[in-house]
């Protein structure tokens, strides 16, 4: 089985940036789709971006532009660029593994099947 572990979240204010990772062990990802994720206290998780094993990326309406997916497969990573934050940005952003596409993307929790513990990320105003 696959652990994803998620750093590089923290405190930032708003119009800064952050870069999300996300490391995987015991299974190399470069043939899976890799998605980010988010939770907002008392929302549902939701779709934030996600890669294909090629590099196709696919990203939520609220984010393109300025959330940027990318992966290192020589790292077995995968990154999270997040620019021009917003207070709404704040979140708990969790990596996800879909370990049974390499190239369909999809946009449900139910689409990964591995995930990791989540890094925390807040946006002040």
């Known amino acids: 089985q696959v652990r994803l572990v998620e750093s590089g979240g923290g405190l930032v204010q708003a119009g800064g940036s952050l870069r999300l990772s996300c490391a995987a062990s015991g299974r190399t990802i470069s043939s899976y789709v890799m998605g980010w994720f988010r939770q907002a206290l008392g929302k549902e998780r939701e779709f934030v971006a996600a890669?294909?094993?090629?590099?196709?990326?696919a990203s939520c309406t609220d984010s393109p532009g300025r959330f940027t997916i990318s992966r290192d497969n020589a790292k077995n990573t995968v990154f999270l660029q997040m620019n021009s934050l917003k207070f709404d940005d704040t979140a708990v952003y969790y990596c996800?593994?879909?370990?049974?596409?390499?190239?369909?993307?999809?946009?449900?929790?139910?689409?990964?099947?591995?995930w990791g513990q989540g890094t925390q990320v807040t946006v002040s105003s």
């Open positions: 890669i294909s094993s090629s590099g196709r990326t």
């Open positions: 996800a593994a879909d370990l049974r596409h390499g190239s369909w993307i999809g946009r449900s929790t139910e689409d990964y099947d591995a």
